[in-house]
C-alpha cells in the first residue's frame, strides 16, 4: 500500500523556477526521513536533497544554493522548490526515503530546462 507520487514537472527556461511535489501513502510520513531523487537520460539516479524528521537538510553539491527541499507532515508531502534552473537539470525527479528502507519507487516527474 506504499505510494509515492510526484508532481508538478514541466518545460522551463534556464534561469526559471519550478515546485514539486511528492505525495505519499502507507507510511507514518512524519518519522521517514525523505529526499529527492533525479534521474537524467544515461546516467544513474542520484540523491540531490534530503530533510530529516527534524526537518534539517543537505544539499548535492550541483543543486546547493538553488534548490530547497521541505515537508508537510499534516499533508504527508515532500517539496522541491527549485530555482535558477540549468538545463543541466533536466530530468526526471523522484522522491523516496533516502535510507536501507527505501520504498517502491513512483514513475517520478519529468523536468525539462531548456529555450
Known amino acids: 500500500q506504499v505510494q509515492l507520487v510526484e508532481s508538478g514537472g514541466g518545460l522551463v527556461q534556464p534561469g526559471g523556477s519550478l515546485r514539486l511535489s511528492c505525495a505519499a501513502s502507507g507510511i507514518i510520513f512524519s518519522i521517514r526521513s525523505m529526499g529527492w531523487y533525479r534521474q537524467a537520460p544515461g546516467k544513474e539516479r542520484e540523491l540531490v536533497a534530503r530533510?530529516?524528521?527534524?526537518?534539517?537538510?543537505n544539499y548535492a553539491d550541483s543543486v546547493k544554493g538553488r534548490f530547497t527541499i521541505s515537508r508537510d507532515n499534516a499533508k504527508n508531502t515532500v517539496y522541491l522548490q527549485m530555482n535558477s534552473l540549468k538545463p543541466e537539470d533536466t530530468a526526471v525527479y523522484y522522491c523516496?526515503?533516502?535510507?536501507?528502507?527505501?520504498?517502491?519507487w513512483g514513475q517520478g516527474t519529468q523536468v525539462t530546462v531548456s529555450s
Open positions: 523516496n526515503t533516502p535510507t536501507t528502507a527505501t520504498m517502491p
Open positions: 530533510i530529516s524528521i527534524t526537518s534539517s537538510t
